[in-house]
């Protein structure tokens, strides 16, 4: 994942799809969240990517955003922003689009270049179902936070309470591990505050993919896809709902003893199929024999 780093502040939009244990959070605001018509196209501090294979029905993300500082900066929930857009309706639950879900998790940025946790999707609401994209083009959906900070000018002496939720990587297993209990900023101080500032366009673009979508994903075990127009490695009759081939039955060695005699004729009939579960032998006088 690549990293954004600027004068006073570094960014970066993180994700990980393993469910992270759910913890009691203080003083963790909502941020406001809208349902954009428009896709971002110039994602100023940041532009992430993430390619995630559906194996069943559906299944939940968990998109987050992250932020480190070389300024104590102050996060301000009430400015903060999520855009959510999606390629077609109904790829995301409605549940994604509700504010009580979406929190600010840390109220300040240390001045320590430490990753910290800004806002995320705190409950698994972000349900994702398998809807095909309407412009195949551009990404399944996008995130685009859009981050209000204030950074720090001088302080007076005061009693004051700065907390934030650290994050961190475990290279072994390539996620992002979440703290359960805050850390503070000691000796705190009533502080000065620079203007609002935004961190906006921070674009985390996800692309969707399953069997059925009409694209061969053999490095997810797709053999086949039934809606692939080009029909690569299909079978004689097709590709089945879980996307292996399908060949056609066929009666390799049928035995049938005696053949022939006047009737009433009593014979034993074998039969040595491929690809099938059960034969049907029409004996040409009304009479069918049916083996499983």
């Not at 939940?60 to 922003?81: A, K």
Request: aromatic share 18%.
């Amino acid at each position: 994942m690549k990293n954004f780093l600027y004068k006073k502040m570094s960014r970066v939009l993180l994700f990980s799809i393993i469910p992270l244990l759910l913890f009691s959070y203080n003083n963790a605001f909502w941020i406001n969240v809208i349902n954009s018509n428009t896709y971002e196209n110039d994602c100023t501090w940041a532009d992430v990517f993430s390619d995630i294979y559906i194996a069943w029905s559906s299944t939940n993300i968990y998109p987050v955003d992250n932020m480190r500082s070389h300024v104590l900066s102050f996060v301000r929930n009430t400015e903060s922003e999520v855009h959510i857009w999606e390629n077609s309706s109904w790829i995301l639950s409605s549940w994604c689009y509700n504010q009580n879900n979406w929190w600010r998790l840390s109220n300040v940025v240390p001045s320590t270049y430490q990753w910290v946790w800004i806002i995320k999707n705190f409950w698994n609401d972000c349900t994702v179902s398998k809807v095909m994209k309407t412009n195949k083009s551009l990404p399944s959906v996008q995130f685009v936070y859009k981050v209000a900070y204030k950074e720090e000018i001088w302080f007076l002496a005061w009693t004051s309470s700065y907390f934030y939720y650290p994050s961190n990587y475990n290279s072994s297993t390539n996620t992002w591990g979440l703290s359960s209990t805050p850390s503070y900023l000691s000796n705190q101080t009533k502080r000065k505050w620079w203007p609002i500032k935004i961190h906006a366009n921070e674009c985390h673009k996800f692309n969707f993919r399953w069997c059925w979508d009409g694209v061969l994903d053999s490095s997810d075990w797709e053999m086949c896809d039934p809606n692939d127009p080009s029909k690569t490695w299909w079978g004689s009759w097709g590709c089945n709902p879980v996307c292996r081939p399908v060949e056609a039955p066929t009666c390799d060695n049928l035995i049938v003893n005696p053949n022939s005699w006047e009737v009433p004729l009593n014979s034993d009939v074998v039969c040595s199929w491929t690809n099938a579960d059960y034969y049907n032998i029409d004996c040409w006088n009304w009479t069918t024999l049916n083996w499983q």
